[in-house]
């Protein structure tokens, strides 16, 4: 049966063609035709490179670069006009020097006829906060102003001694007419004022056409305590604007805004209003926008998982299981395989050298740990029924690429020496999964493209049976490249050793970042998660390696609890750690993933940091306590453990409604619903919702997942009638169990894919 559908769907896909990038979705502004145009300062196209660390930088506008620019110099060009007059005359050509931005042309003002020379400028209408005067003084010369109720004020009295210097004021009360008076003659240079709306800075994305928007990102970071404020505005036409927010000036990281309702604009705007300190500048290193699924992409259509919920859910452990006494057999309640990270420095004193597994097995250790027997150590992973997928970890940091003499054959012989001592095929069979590297990011993407080859077909020429996965790596940027994030999947793992690998292996937790530039953990269906980057590896996966399962190794939250605290800014609390564990485990299902391996299995004894309370349990301090997620997993595995993921009722911001049901041949044969509001564990709300079926479903018994010390409560069966059922939705997830009537056929859908992925099951 599995032999018949694998090549029923490489037909289905055989005509389409490798392409590394099939998992991006390419941002509006890294389309061509567009542009980027700031109102000063460098590089306005850095805004659009790709690289959030390169930026645009503007221009300073004070202490006189706002002189030149019309918006912001409230004065520029006024004595072209008749508002300035010389000693009570003005001129038919003006006296332009006087506000021309320039302050290397300057204009003589004379003794006039009542024995004074006498410089006015009408600036009624004109609101400015700071006034700028140049000039050469014989004798004191006093500048002043008339208010708008006609009351004059002596500003400053001019010397010498101030000649040809910046003579800066500030302004508080509406000016309707400035004066320079002397009993002497005096030249002024320049005249200029700061007008109130500050000093602005704005950089304009015009992408050329109008384009859906429904996310923008910005890493829009200006400096330390550079701007009062930033604000995005988004344009159709860059003449009117819609302000869509305030951003925070001083959020470091890139931040994502998502518009109320997607919307077409042609021009992205970002205006900073900068504080007014002599030389600030302000920044934008990177602008992006997207339509409402942002760099995620929409969700894949939903397909009937072949895996159950049991054999999707395991767990990250480690050698020893941090000296749990317990161990493998406490993890068994909640997993069936676990997933250890094997350190190859372990196994290898150097690259190049045979891992010596002959000699492990009798008990003389490896090449590189006398004391080490893998044998021993999986041996109790399997007896307390777990499988066991060894992720071979290594870096550039231990093992760097220069000691590998050869790389490809060494990596080559270190797989086939594994496979032989652990593969199902020809070795103990203790190990059913190989991962080659964990997150090996270090590297070079061609260095670990190679050592992907070579240990990938060494253990396929020995073994066809085990699992041979790559790294993990993401498939939705590739920015975070070298030197340390070599992280995306597009350079490292290629056509060429696509037949000798078995799954693609990736890692995703739940992040966003705050308005703050604060990276926070959220729930796992929230629009803008990282969560969602599972959809971008799913697209690379159905066009270059459609018959691949996708194994999700790395996920989870960190939480208190146990007595033990959560430190880190992506902490939530013990009970949405066990609501969002029960709900992602739904989600990856429908997303068809074939594993979901939990990270970690213990909280670390001694850290702050994030990933040190993700624990199903607690640390050795506190004996390993079950926390509520451990709990969570086991009261999910009891009712639902043999069920498969089948499709999906509704899935919008109202609620969640899945239904499970055995895989196989069995059309439509439902035994389960599950439902749940998809936002924060925090909202304490419920919410009904009535729906209709796709066929009538009687439920037989109900269950609330709590996330709290008692893990599940009976709850009353939702009503139903006829083909319409109706829930009260919390963020809890709601288990159904139902009867279903005879399957109707999955082929009256229509839907020729769902048709091919059924049999194939
Ligand atoms: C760019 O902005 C400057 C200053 O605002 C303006 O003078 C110029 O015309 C703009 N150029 C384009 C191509 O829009
Ligand atoms: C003008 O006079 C009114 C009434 O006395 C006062 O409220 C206002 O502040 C004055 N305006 C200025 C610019 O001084
Ligand atoms: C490890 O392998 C190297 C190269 O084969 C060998 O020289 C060395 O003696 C080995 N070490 C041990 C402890 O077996
Ligand atoms: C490995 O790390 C070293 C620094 O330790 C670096 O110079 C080198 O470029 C890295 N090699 C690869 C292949 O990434
Ligand atoms: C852990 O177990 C040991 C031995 O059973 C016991 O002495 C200790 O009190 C326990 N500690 C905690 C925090 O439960």
Redesign the pocket.
């Known amino acids: 049966m599995l032999q018949t559908s694998l090549f029923l769907l490489m037909i289905v896909h055989v005509t389409r063609s490798w392409d590394p990038d099939a998992g991006l979705i390419t941002s509006w502004t890294k389309m061509s035709g567009v542009t980027a145009n700031a109102s000063s300062g460098n590089y306005p196209e850095r805004v659009l490179d790709g690289d959030d660390n390169t930026h645009w930088s503007s221009g300073s506008c004070l202490p006189t670069g706002y002189m030149t620019r019309p918006g912001l110099n409230v004065l520029l060009n006024l004595c072209r006009t008749s508002a300035c007059q010389i000693n009570g005359v003005s001129t038919s050509q003006g006296f332009h020097e006087l506000t021309d931005a320039s302050t290397y042309t300057s204009l003589q003002i004379d003794i006039g006829q009542n024995n004074k020379a006498m410089l006015t400028l009408d600036t009624s209408g004109k609101d400015f906060k700071q006034l700028s005067v140049w000039g050469g003084y014989h004798g004191d010369t006093h500048l002043k102003v008339v208010d708008s109720n006609g009351t004059e004020t002596l500003i400053h009295t001019l010397t010498s001694s101030d000649n040809y210097q910046r003579k800066t004021f500030d302004i508080s009360t509406q000016v309707n007419r400035i004066s320079l008076e002397s009993a002497t003659a005096f030249r002024v240079t320049e005249i200029a004022a700061l007008g109130r709306v500050n000093c602005l800075e704005r950089i304009v994305v015009d992408l050329g056409v109008l384009r859906r928007i429904g996310v923008v990102r910005t890493r829009h970071w200006a400096g330390t305590n550079t701007a009062y404020s930033t604000s995005l505005a988004l344009s159709t036409d860059g003449q009117t604007w819609d302000k869509v927010r305030d951003l925070q000036p001083s959020a470091l990281h890139a931040v994502t805004t998502r518009l109320q309702s997607p919307t077409e604009y042609r021009y992205i705007a970002l205006e900073y209003n900068v504080k007014l300190r002599n030389y600030n500048k302000v920044y934008c290193w990177e602008v992006d926008a997207y339509d409402e699924f942002g760099v995620w992409g929409a969700a894949p259509s939903a397909q009937p998982n072949p895996v159950c919920i049991r054999d999707m859910l395991g767990v990250n452990g480690i050698w020893g299981w941090g000296y749990n006494p317990k161990g493998q057999t406490l993890y068994s309640r909640v997993a069936s395989y676990a997933r250890n990270y094997h350190n190859l420095n372990w196994d290898v004193k150097d690259p190049d050298f045979d891992p010596q597994f002959d000699q492990m097995g009798e008990g003389h250790g490896t090449n590189a740990s006398w004391w080490l027997n893998w044998d021993n150590e999986y041996g109790k992973w399997r007896a307390a029924g777990l499988q066991v997928d060894a992720s071979i970890q290594f870096l ?2 231990t093992f ?3 000691v590998w003499n050869t790389p490809r054959q060494s990596a080559y012989n270190y797989g086939r020496e594994f496979a032989r001592h652990f593969g199902p095929q020809v070795g103990n069979g203790l190990v059913t999964a190989f991962e080659v590297g964990n997150e090996p990011w ?3 993407a ?3 493209a190679s050592v992907l080859k070579g240990m990938a077909t060494g253990a396929r020429d020995v073994d066809q049976i085990i699992n041979v996965l790559p790294g993990a790596f993401q498939a939705y940027t590739i920015a975070p490249e ?2 340390k994030h ?1 992280n995306y999947i597009g350079t490292r793992v290629k056509q060429g050793v696509s037949p000798f690998i078995s799954a693609i292996n990736m890692h995703s937790y739940s992040f966003i970042t705050n308005d703050n530039g604060k990276r926070v953990a959220t729930y796992p269906e929230h629009k803008d998660s990282t969560f969602n980057s599972i959809r971008n590896m799913i697209r690379w996966r159905d066009t270059n390696v459609p018959y691949k399962p996708i194994w999700l190794t790395e996920w989870g939250w960190d939480a208190d609890g146990g007595q033990e605290d959560c430190a880190a800014s992506e902490c939530v609390t013990e009970r949405a750690q066990a609501i969002y564990g029960a709900r992602g485990l739904f989600l990856s299902a429908r997303l068809g993933l074939a594993r979901a391996t939990w990270y970690f299995y213990a909280n670390l004894p001694t850290c702050n940091t994030l990933f040190c309370r993700s624990g199903l349990t607690t640390s050795t301090k506190h004996n390993f306590t079950e926390k509520a997620v451990f709990h969570m997993f086991e009261s999910v595995l009891s009712r639902l453990g043999e069920a498969h993921f089948r499709s999906v009722v509704t899935e919008d911001e109202h609620g969640y409604v899945y239904l499970f049901g055995p895989s196989g041949t069995t059309l439509q044969k439902i035994t389960h619903l599950v439902a749940w509001l998809p936002v924060d564990a925090g909202d304490v709300s419920t919410r009904t919702v009535t729906l209709t079926m796709p066929m009538a479903l009687t439920p037989v018994a109900t269950w609330r997942l709590t996330g709290g010390d008692v893990a599940v409560t009976e709850d009353s069966n939702p009503v139903v009638d006829g083909l319409v059922m109706t829930l009260s939705l919390t963020t809890r997830p709601l288990i159904v169990q139902v009867q279903s009537p005879i399957p109707v056929s999955i082929i009256e859908s229509g839907d020729k894919r769902k048709f091919e992925t059924f049999f194939e099951m």
């Open positions: 550039n940091k760097g690429a220069s270090d590297y070079s061609d260095f670990y070298e030197p070599g």
